[in-house]
């Protein structure tokens, strides 16, 4: 079956218009009525098929009574519902909850991601997660719990069935001990846990291969069952959703390079699992020295 037409931002129109006409507690038909539309009038404008204007819109979100910051973003999206790439600057740090992203995560059927020098969000434990944006030179300090929290909203809308996830992890970033010794210890094992579920693939794109169709920078590529695919850029300020088809054909040609110089999911868990044996054995290893530490320091002390 063909994909329907549709665009990020249409999309995430449509979705906020239902949102709004839901909040303020009414159905289709009644909000049709209020504004004195036919209901199909109103099904098309949320499915994006023209035959309003933008009076129309502020007339319906008005009897929607819709709040001020999310009546000034649909009207601002709703010329634009058709305009194909959305670049989403963010000013000095992206938002807390990046809801463009969140929407699409929860509609997708499949997922490819890589990210460099890092555990990939979808994947990271919140301890992980915290260390990471207590590090960003930008990210507000007092919104460090709702970010984490916005990170397992992400994580939360791909633990669903039937989508599929694989993630590509650069083996230099298993080893970095993001938070600490016991904090890395936790990834690890987390890594692993998510490795025996059905719905996660994870490769370990080895160091030792040199350079590699990934250098470029991380991504996400989004499927969706109705819907052309896409890929999403995140960078410090601002997140890129590419839906040219030429442009997503590309970020195809470097998945398939990394699958080529990736180790298969078994080795890759092979990798992951000898990591936390090691990491164990340095726990086991310390806790076996440190009552020796305690007895000399107190051969000190009492001569």
Known sequence: MPKRFSTVR?????????????????????AAALADWDEAKLSDLVNGKGGSSVVDLALLLGICRTVAAERDHLLRLFPETNVKGWWQQHGRCAPVRLRTLVEHLAMAKTLICW???????????????????????????????????????????????????????????????????????????HLLRMAVRLSITIRIVPAAIGAHAGMRGPFTQLTFAKYEPLVCLRSENSTLFIEDTAAVEGYDAIVRSLDRCSLDADQSKEVIARLGEALSATDRSNERTMPQADSVRAQGESS
């Open 10 to 30: 249409g999309r995430e129109f449509g979705a906020g218009l239902r949102a709004a006409i839901a909040c303020a507690g009414l159905s289709s038909r009644a």
């Open 115 to 189: 990210q460099a020098c890092v555990v990939p969000d979808f994947l990271q434990t919140p301890a992980y997660a915290r260390a990471v944006i207590t590090e960003s030179c930008n990210e507000p300090a007092d919104e460090l719990d709702e970010r984490v929290e916005a990170q397992l909203e992400m994580q939360q809308a791909l633990r669903r069935p039937g989508v599929q996830c694989t993630y590509f992890i650069h083996e230099p970033a298993l080893y970095l001990p993001v938070g600490g010794h016991d904090v890395h210890v936790e990834q690890v094992h």
